[in-house]
């Protein structure tokens, strides 16, 4: 439900600024649901994408480490472990007992909302005792890639996640994650350890999450 606030502003009957760029924890671990599509350029079908993903970001230590779960069209799960180090500027894609090493491009995601961020609107997740004020705020890249984060208003707790990709390939997705188990700091830095047998090569990548 939004606001009465937000109407009022979008009808244009109260002037409204607006609300400022909030910071999420610098550290902390939590549970992605995943569910979009991607569509290959010069393909006729898109294709799903559904799983989950444990995510642990590490802001001060310049990492992040994912352990995904993806359902692919067979009814089967895949597992695979992402480790992107932003020290060595390295990614680490891990799974079936082998390593593939990439170099990353990007830089680690910004704890706090971009500067660049434009404001969507405010409204309540729940209902009476249960529900929650969120904001949500819209990034665009130059090259038309588009993210909407939906954090709680007080505390900038990331809840809803929508995405817009484009990559050089011509490849687009569209992914929508839901947060869950939202942890504050690092409970298990064991994540980050990179198995013995990773070798430095490969090509180069983006960050998963930039």
């Known amino acids: 439900m939004f606001s009465l606030y937000f109407i009022l502003c979008v009808l244009g009957v109260a002037f409204c600024a607006d609300p400022p760029k909030c910071c999420m924890d610098k550290q902390f671990q939590a549970t992605l649901g995943e569910s979009g599509s991607f569509y290959r350029a010069g393909s006729d079908d898109f294709e799903p994408l559904d799983g989950y993903n444990f995510l642990t970001y590490d802001f001060y230590g310049l990492r992040l480490a994912i352990e995904s779960h993806s359902a692919d069209g067979n009814g089967t799960t895949e597992t695979a472990r992402i480790i992107e180090d932003y020290v060595s500027r390295k990614q680490f894609f891990i799974a079936n007992g082998s390593c593939i090493v990439n170099?990353?491009?990007?830089?680690?995601?910004?704890?706090?909302?971009?500067?660049?961020?434009?404001?969507?609107?405010?409204?309540?997740?729940?209902?009476?005792?249960t529900e929650i004020d969120v904001h949500v705020w819209k990034h665009t890249n130059p090259n038309?890639?588009?993210?909407?984060?939906?954090?709680a208003k007080d505390t900038c707790v990331p809840l809803i996640e929508t995405s817009y990709?484009?990559?050089?390939?011509?490849?687009?997705?569209?992914?929508?994650?839901?947060?869950?188990?939202?942890?504050?700091g690092l409970k298990n830095v064991d994540v980050f350890?990179?198995?013995?047998?990773?070798?430095?090569?490969?090509?180069q990548v983006a960050g998963l999450i930039g």
């Open 144 to 151: 038309g890639s588009s993210t909407k984060f939906t954090v």
């Open 193 to 203: 350890q990179i198995p013995s047998y990773c070798s430095i090569g490969g090509g």
């Open 103 to 129: 170099d990353l491009t990007s830089t680690i995601r910004q704890p706090c909302i971009t500067p660049e961020s434009i404001f969507q609107g405010e409204f309540k997740l729940g209902f009476g005792f």
């Open 165 to 184: 990709a484009i990559d050089d390939q011509g490849t687009k997705t569209e992914t929508v994650y839901v947060y869950h188990n939202f942890t504050p």
